[in-house]
């Protein structure tokens, strides 16, 4: 009835998520207000393993891309369930670390890792480095022979594969601001390199062609090149390598329209990919590490928001205004991404009119749904929007000094706070008079 798996109706009409009342969470924490279901979340990370080990003898690990949504609780429960951790930031990097996430399975990622950044790493001991290019190698190198550790790295990849995606969110191609380039030698020489210093330990490859993407094709076909440039590494520099991380990417439904692919059968062919590649190129079978993050959290989670202004321009539009907005969802804004909404309150209310749901930043541009069809709404109406539980709380910002929605975990109809509501005092803590 709804797009995601883990919501439902109650016998009065209301949407539940987690065997919890949306509109007595609306009540209980106030709105705007991010909700998600752990037992979903949980679910979505099982089915990456255990696909993992019936395809590939869970020779592998699976990484969640914590950029999709972070906070102390999340790394706990990512920890708790045996996954790795993907992290581009310090302070990604840090909440994990305070959450006490197993720093060996983390794998830090980014595109121009500061030296404190990587000092950080180094301190905190992470797994892995996925280098992005040869400067970093340069001072990655230098960090790790002062403090007298050798480090694990592996190198991003460009495998000049073009998943049909939003072209903002795709990466992958040549000219793209992350890792070297394997079409123009660019990658093996950084190999070349690398292997040189003294305290890198090369471990892998790794790639990640885009997100939201619902093709197999582009997986299976990066996991061919990958292993491709995995014998050519084994061939012309004689390097082992034992890790293939073929990132994420994987679509999520977030409208009706979407179909998202099945990833059972995504591991399960790209498994088969790797195992005969290896076999045709003479190389040792890798570990497959991959790297979900949207498809992880996304569909787990909703934001309820309260309707404060119905305005109706005759013949033109119909403006449902919503008390958060781009600072709690830019994706809107930034991608015109497309979203479903249930109206809380009237879950099962037949849809009849199409209004556009805007929210309050001063913005025109500051909507969350252009054009939805939905029930008749009322000011004080309930509104949650779907498939929020992915770059939504991350992505949050403080536009118009809007505090940010808390979070809240639900699982068996018990509802905690993980993330607690921004008060205005947040906003001052760090400005100067
Ligand atoms: C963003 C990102 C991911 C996660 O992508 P999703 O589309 O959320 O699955 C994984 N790996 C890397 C390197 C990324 O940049």
Redesign the pocket.
Known sequence: MFVSECLSANENGHLMIGGCDTVELAKQFGTPLYVMDESDIIKNCKLYQESLNRYYDGNGLV?Y?S??FSCMYMCKLMNDLGMGL?V?SGGELYTAWKAGFDMSRV?F?GNNKTDDELKLAVEHKVGTI?VDNVDELERLNRIASEKDVVVRIMF?IKPGIDAHTHSF?Q?GQIDSK?GVALENGEAIEAYRRAVEYSHLKVMGV?C?I????FDLEPFKLAAKVMMNFIGDLHDKLNIEIEEL?L?????IKYTEEDQPINYDAYIQAVSEVVKQMAQERGVNLPKIM?????????PAGITLYTVGGVKEIKDVRTYVSVDGGMIDNPRYILYESKYDAVLANKATAPRENVVTIAGKCCESGDLLIKDIKMPHIEVGDTLAVLATG??NYSMASHYNRIPNPPVIMVKDGQAKEIVRRESYEDLLRNDIL
């Open positions: 990484l891309a950029k999709a993907d581009v794998y990622h996925v991003r969110i990466t992350f790794h990640h885009g997100s939201q993407i991380n990132g994420g990417g994987y679509g991959m790297e979900p993050g949207r498809s992880i959290v996304a992915a770059y």
